[in-house]
């Protein structure tokens, strides 16, 4: 994975067909979806549960891009190593999932993998501040994680933040939850340049009219890159 700044789209399979996860990776990777973000869930960090590992690892022969792995889970540590095994690219850890997330990260990579930390929107951007050399990604939620479909919350003047203390790091800034073409240029403009988007990506359209999903995805990237962010 070689590090750039271009805007990147992350659909979420988790507004996709929870029957048919293998055609629909395709499909939005066959329509311009840059990495695949996959939303793991536990019902105990998150109200709300998702798949594992055995599932991570049932998607990995689809995914030909970036398999993106966000853990809304806590304890992470005990599962790094499976998340390896399944194959995920990058591995997202929550920093309000535990009291060692320093640890975590570096556990993450010491697996193999890039390593991203995950803030709430009630966590300031100071949270991260000694974790950034760790750190390959940083997600900043723009919804209370757990669920699809939700509305936008502005964390603008935390994504600028992070920006500004990153500076020439190789580290993405990616935003989660209620990305949209209406909301994308506000991320991007304030330094973003990863978009997970679910809703806006699958909504309307399905493997058998994959092209709706295209249509989506470019929407978004328009809308990001229209600024000058
Ligand atoms: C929420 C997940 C997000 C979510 C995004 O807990 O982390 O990735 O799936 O879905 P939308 O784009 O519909 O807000
Ligand atoms: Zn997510």
Request: with cysteine.
């Amino acid at each position: 994975m070689s590090f750039d700044r271009t805007i990147k789209i992350a659909p979420s399979i988790l507004s996709a067909d929870f029957a048919n996860f293998g055609a629909e990776i395709q499909a939005i990777e066959a329509q311009g979806a840059d990495w695949v973000h996959v939303d793991v869930m536990d019902g105990h960090f998150v109200p709300n549960l998702t798949f594992g590992p055995p599932a991570v690892k049932a998607f990995r022969p689809h995914v030909k891009t970036v398999m993106d792995v966000h853990l809304m889970i806590a304890p992470v540590d005990p599962y790094i190593q499976a998340y390896a095994d399944a194959g995920a690219d990058i591995l997202t850890a929550h920093v309000e999932a535990g009291a060692h997330t320093h640890r975590t990260l570096q556990a993450i990579r010491a697996a193999g993998m890039k390593a991203g930390v995950a803030l709430n929107p009630g966590t300031p951007a100071e949270a991260v501040e000694h974790l950034l050399d760790l750190a390959d990604l940083v997600c900043v939620m723009t919804v209370n994680p757990g669920f699809g479909g939700q509305k936008f919350i502005d964390m603008t003047g935390k994504v600028r933040k992070l920006r500004q203390m990153i500076g020439d790091r190789p580290i993405h800034i990616e935003i989660d939850g209620g990305v949209d073409p209406q909301t994308a240029p506000l991320v991007a403009a304030a330094g973003a340049d990863v978009l997970v988007a679910g809703s806006a990506v699958f909504k309307g359209g399905s493997v058998d009219t994959p092209e709706v999903y295209g249509a989506n995805i470019h929407a978004i990237r328009a809308a990001a890159e229209s600024t000058n962010g």
